[in-house]
């Protein structure tokens, strides 16, 4: 996989890529990884990337010419062109997958007022990191791409995402290492049991108990299996007991 990002601030991206966990998918050709600065496309000899907004008011526009020009030339047939707004589509883990699987993932960070209009009849989709405004993309762009490159297969193992938070549609259970006794609050005995069916058992109503209780919006479409049928009912009982 690539992924280009289109800035103008390339030397944001410089501790980000040569750190971590992308710098070894980097350096393990599991994908690679650009920064263009949209200067580098301009046309005028001052490099002007922006400009006023037409009809007035504070700010700066980018202009379509660099940033249009700078799409053209690397886009191909196999490219997602990823607009980074506020008002895009909020990224959540199910994008990351499906970012996961581009050949190419080109990402558009914005600045200033935001971009020219006529940008976005060119770009496949917007996406938002939430509901507040950053000064740019760029800290978009780094969080899109942490979150994209450890579902690659071999970046990370496999086993290491597949029970993170928003995986099977709840959030992860608590974890514990050693020491067993910290100050008096103990590791749940289960975890130190060493069985394996009943530690599933008790991550998955954990996860369960914590969703209902962080995130009920998560649960409100699931169609819960039996087994966590059965668990739900269990915490709810827990639950009503806990309020006597
Ligand atoms: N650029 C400015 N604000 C943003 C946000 N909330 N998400 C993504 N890109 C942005």
Known sequence: MKISVLTLFPEMFEGFQNTSILKRAIDRNLITFECIDYRSYTKDKHHHVDDTPCGGGAGMVLMCQPILDCIKDIRTPSSRVVMLT????????????????????????G???????????????EVSLGDFVLTGGECAAMVITDAVIRLIENVIQKESFEDDSFENGLLEYPQYTRPIDYHGKKVPEVLLSGHHERIRKWRLKQSLKRTLKKRPDLLAHRSFTKEEMQLMKEIQEECVKEME
Request: proline share 3%.
């Open 111 to 125: 600045h200033y007022e935001g971009f020219d209009e006529r940008i976005r009849d060119e770009v496949d989709m």
């Open 86 to 109: 506020p008002q895009g589509e909020t990224f959540q883990q199910k994008m990351a997958h499906e970012f996961a699987s581009f050949e190419h993932l080109i990402l558009l960070c």
